[in-house]
C-alpha cells in the first residue's frame, strides 16, 4: 500500500496558504514554513474565506525554520519568485530521498534553477488559476478558479509527457476537491499562463486598475489583447509552441466573467514589496530577443515596471548636480 505523501508548503501566502489548507482539510500531511505570521498561526491556526465553502484549521503544524521540519516527499514552493534565491538554502533541508520540487510560480524559467539547487530529483511545476488574496494574519480570501496545471520539467525543453509524479501528487489536489490538470509540455503551459498574467498583471500596476476595470474600457481592452497577441508571437519564436488561436479569446472570455480580482503584482506593488518583473516580464523578453523576436509592447511594460518596482522600493537615487 502506498504511503500517504508529507507535504511542505514554503511560503504561506494568498496561494501557499490556500492550497496548503486545502490539502490538510482533505486529511495530507502539510507543514508550513512562515515568516511574518509565525506566531499568530502557530497559536490560531489558518482561516480561509472560500467561494467554495469558508473554513478554519484551528491547528497547522507551522515552522519558522526548514531545519526544524521534517523531511517530505513534496515540496510546495510558493514563494514569491523574488524570493528565489533563498531556496538554496530552503530546499535541501526539508527535501526527502527521493522527493518532487512543486515550483508553485509565476514567470518563466525557474525550473532550470531548481534542478540544479536538487540535483537529481523531480521537479514538477503546479501552475495556478486562482483568485485568492492573503487578508490578514492567517486569513486567506478565495475569491474565484482555484485549478492547478502540473507539468514536469525536462533539462533540454522537451515535453517530458504525463509522469508517475504528477499522477501522484494530482491525486491529493483531487482529493481536496481541487480542478486539476495534467499536461505533457511545460514550456508551452508557461507561455500560456504569461498569455494571462503578462497584461493583467503589469497593467494593473501601471493603470492602477482592477482585472474588471481593465476589461469594461474599450481601449485598455483592445490593449490587453494586442499584448496577449504579442506573448502568442513570442511563445512561438522563442520556443516554437503554437498557441491556439481561440487561446486569447478564450484568456479574455474567462477574465470578463470573473469576480473584480486585484492582481497579485498590485498588491506587492500597493504594499512595496518586490515585484515579479524579471520572472514575468524580463526572462520572456530576453526568451523573444535571443530567437531574433521583438515584443514591444511586453518590453514597454518591463522597462515601466522596473521603474515603478525601484522607485516604489526607495532604491531610486537623485542624480548628482
Same mark, same amino acid.
Given at each position: 500500500?502506498?504511503?500517504?505523501?508529507?507535504?511542505?508548503?514554503?511560503?504561506?501566502?494568498?496561494?501557499?496558504?490556500?492550497?496548503?489548507?486545502?490539502?490538510?482539510?482533505?486529511?495530507?500531511?502539510?507543514?508550513?514554513?512562515?515568516?511574518?505570521?509565525?506566531?499568530?498561526?502557530?497559536?490560531?491556526?489558518?482561516?480561509?474565506?472560500?467561494?467554495?465553502?469558508?473554513?478554519?484549521?484551528?491547528?497547522?503544524?507551522?515552522?519558522?525554520?526548514?531545519?526544524?521540519?521534517?523531511?517530505?516527499?513534496?515540496?510546495?514552493?510558493?514563494?514569491?519568485?523574488?524570493?528565489?534565491?533563498?531556496?538554496?538554502?530552503?530546499?535541501?533541508?526539508?527535501?526527502?530521498?527521493?522527493?518532487?520540487?512543486?515550483?508553485?510560480?509565476?514567470?518563466?524559467?525557474?525550473?532550470?534553477?531548481?534542478?540544479?539547487?536538487?540535483?537529481?530529483?523531480?521537479?514538477?511545476?503546479?501552475?495556478?488559476?486562482?483568485?485568492?488574496?492573503?487578508?490578514?494574519?492567517?486569513?486567506?480570501?478565495?475569491?474565484?478558479?482555484?485549478? #492547478?496545471?502540473? @507539468?514536469?520539467? !525536462? &533539462?533540454?525543453? %522537451?515535453? $517530458?509527457?504525463?509522469?508517475?509524479?504528477?499522477? =501522484?501528487?494530482?491525486?491529493?489536489?483531487?482529493?481536496?476537491?481541487?480542478?486539476?490538470?495534467?499536461?505533457?509540455?511545460?514550456?508551452?503551459?508557461?507561455?500560456?499562463?504569461?498569455?494571462?498574467?503578462?497584461?493583467?498583471?503589469?497593467?494593473?500596476? #501601471?493603470?492602477? @486598475?482592477?482585472? !474588471? &476595470?481593465?476589461? %469594461?474600457? $474599450?481601449?485598455?481592452?483592445?490593449?490587453?489583447? =494586442?499584448?496577449?497577441?504579442?506573448?502568442?508571437?513570442?511563445?512561438?519564436?522563442?520556443?516554437?509552441?503554437?498557441?491556439?488561436?481561440?487561446?486569447?479569446?478564450?484568456?479574455?472570455?474567462?477574465?470578463?466573467?470573473?469576480?473584480?480580482?486585484?492582481?497579485?503584482?498590485?498588491?506587492?506593488?500597493?504594499?512595496?514589496?518586490?515585484?515579479?518583473?524579471?520572472?514575468?516580464?524580463?526572462?520572456?523578453?530576453?526568451?523573444?530577443?535571443?530567437?531574433?523576436?521583438?515584443?514591444?509592447?511586453?518590453?514597454?511594460?518591463?522597462?515601466?515596471?522596473?521603474?515603478?518596482?525601484?522607485?516604489?522600493?526607495?532604491?531610486?537615487?537623485?542624480?548628482?548636480?
Amino acid at each position: 500500500m502506498e504511503h500517504a505523501r508529507r507535504y511542505a508548503i514554503l511560503g504561506t501566502g494568498a496561494l501557499g496558504g490556500f492550497y496548503g489548507a486545502r490539502l490538510q482539510r482533505a486529511g495530507a500531511d502539510v507543514h508550513f514554513l512562515i515568516h511574518t505570521d509565525f506566531e499568530h498561526v502557530h497559536q490560531h491556526g489558518l482561516v480561509v474565506d472560500s467561494k467554495d465553502g469558508d473554513f478554519a484549521l484551528t491547528e497547522v503544524q507551522a515552522y519558522r525554520d526548514v531545519h526544524e521540519m521534517p523531511r517530505c516527499d513534496v515540496v510546495a514552493v510558493a514563494l514569491k519568485a523574488t524570493q528565489n534565491y533563498l531556496l538554496p538554502s530552503l530546499l535541501p533541508p526539508v527535501l526527502a530521498d527521493g522527493g518532487v520540487v512543486l515550483l508553485m510560480q509565476n514567470g518563466l524559467g525557474a525550473e532550470e534553477d531548481v534542478a540544479r539547487i536538487v540535483s537529481g530529483h523531480t521537479v514538477v511545476a503546479g501552475l495556478c488559476f486562482v483568485c485568492s488574496n492573503k487578508v490578514g494574519p492567517g486569513h486567506i480570501r478565495h475569491l474565484d478558479y482555484g485549478a #492547478v496545471c502540473f @507539468a514536469q520539467y !525536462r &533539462a533540454d525543453g %522537451a515535453p $517530458a509527457g504525463v509522469t508517475n509524479a504528477m499522477h =501522484d501528487v494530482a491525486r491529493d489536489f483531487v482529493a481536496a476537491n481541487l480542478q486539476v490538470e495534467l499536461v505533457e509540455d511545460l514550456v508551452l503551459a508557461r507561455w500560456q499562463k504569461l498569455v494571462w498574467n503578462v497584461p493583467m498583471s503589469g497593467l494593473s500596476v #501601471v493603470l492602477n @486598475a482592477d482585472t !474588471r &476595470a481593465l476589461m %469594461a474600457d $474599450a481601449h485598455t481592452r483592445a490593449l490587453v489583447e =494586442d499584448i496577449m497577441d504579442e506573448v502568442v508571437a513570442g511563445a512561438r519564436a522563442s520556443s516554437g509552441r503554437h498557441l491556439d488561436s481561440s487561446f486569447v479569446q478564450k484568456m479574455l472570455g474567462m477574465t470578463l466573467a470573473m469576480a473584480p480580482y486585484r492582481a497579485s503584482m498590485k498588491i506587492d506593488f500597493d504594499e512595496h514589496r518586490p515585484m515579479e518583473v524579471e520572472a514575468i516580464y524580463g526572462n520572456p523578453v530576453r526568451a523573444a530577443r535571443n530567437a531574433g523576436a521583438a515584443m514591444p509592447l511586453v518590453e514597454t511594460l518591463y522597462r515601466q515596471l522596473k521603474f515603478l518596482d525601484t522607485r516604489n522600493l526607495g532604491l531610486g537615487r537623485t542624480p548628482s548636480r
